[in-house]
């Protein structure tokens, strides 16, 4: 391991729920340190894909700084990384209260108290778009503050996920640190053209939908006949309003009763995509198919509740996204050195 660590640049992955985050690492030579999650059926399929690394099953907030250092035992940390949840957002417009304060968003504060104890050289962290302009744009400004007391140089960027070959509109805010003095990198666009649904998934067929298929996590799930007959109705890249009146959905999540555009990349893959259908199928998709427009290969395998699995893979950072981003991290520590 120590010779390892002197040819490969090192990281630590917190909220690393399925393992998306740590996959675009490892697949780019960095070697894991350790890795937190607290939720049972998350870190079950992460040790199943990751059996090498040392994973800490536990509430982060519990996790203490002689815990940490145990942890890390004087390695040097290159890289820290991690989407910590945030829901915080209805405070837009609360005078008096700012973000960072606010209780809803500690997770946040947790990664920045991890930062702060592991010290690594950059840091990477990941969470929806929307929190770029958030109470225009003030809690952004506050999350750049609290890291630059910590010693850090810091910039911030709405990545998309198609650019980077994931079959995916699927935007979120990164931001990046680093206390070395180098400049901050993003990763530019990679691919010419954006990956459709169809070409993603066009590899499974109707024939493979059963128990006995040698594809990971493809079984589809069960529907009522109402919903089938609801969905029958709408056309490829369709929605709702293709179902007749007398029975057509007439409030909820604009979202659900929709299906996929077979030409173009997916809408973004969230934990419950029960009512997004297939673009030619009357079926939602299964959790493979999901992996797949995050960029998963076909051979990690998600474990847990068939529930456990969508929010698994709806939570995680693309793969293929994420090794864009390991890329330019190496191409910072390079130019650093």
Do not use: W
Request: with cysteine.
């Amino acid at each position: 391991m120590e010779d390892s660590l002197n040819n490969h640049p090192t990281y630590v992955d917190l909220f690393s729920g399925a393992g998306g985050f740590s996959l675009g690492f490892d697949n780019n030579g960095f070697i894991n340190i350790f890795s937190v999650d607290m939720e049972p059926s998350f870190c079950e399929t992460y040790s199943k894909n990751f059996p090498g690394h040392r994973l800490i099953q536990k509430d982060i907030t519990n996790l203490t700084k002689q815990e940490v250092l145990s942890l890390i035992k004087g390695k040097r940390i290159d890289v820290v990384i991690g989407g910590p949840p945030c829901q915080g957002f209805s405070m837009a417009g609360n005078i008096g209260r700012k973000f960072v304060d606010d209780s809803r968003n500690s997770l946040l504060m947790e990664f920045a108290r991890m930062v702060e104890i592991i010290k690594p050289s950059y840091f990477i962290m990941e969470n929806v778009a929307r929190l770029y302009n958030h109470n225009k744009g003030n809690t952004r400004e506050e999350i750049v503050k609290k890291f630059i007391k910590s010693g850090y140089k810091v910039d911030c960027r709405i990545l998309n996920s198609a650019d980077y070959g994931v079959p995916q509109i699927r935007k979120r805010i990164i931001f990046v640190g680093s206390r070395v003095g180098g400049k901050i990198l993003f990763p530019e666009r990679e691919v010419e053209r954006y990956i459709t649904t169809e070409e993603a998934l066009r590899e499974f067929t109707s024939k493979d939908l059963n128990k006995d298929s040698n594809i990971y996590n493809h079984e589809t799930m069960k529907h009522s006949g109402q919903m089938l007959k609801k969905m029958s109705y709408v056309s490829d890249g369709g929605n709702r309003f293709e179902i007749p009146s007398h029975i057509r959905p007439k409030s909820g999540d604009v979202r659900k009763y929709i299906r996929y555009n077979s030409n173009k990349p997916s809408i973004c893959v969230t934990g419950d995509m029960r009512k997004v259908f297939h673009y030619s199928e009357n079926r939602a998709l299964t959790v493979r198919e999901l992996a797949k427009l995050q960029s998963f290969p076909n051979d990690f395998i998600f474990v847990g509740s068939r529930i456990s699995q969508q929010q698994q893979v709806g939570n995680a950072v693309p793969p293929l996204m994420a090794s864009a981003i390991a890329r330019v991290v190496k191409k910072m520590i390079k130019n650093d050195k």
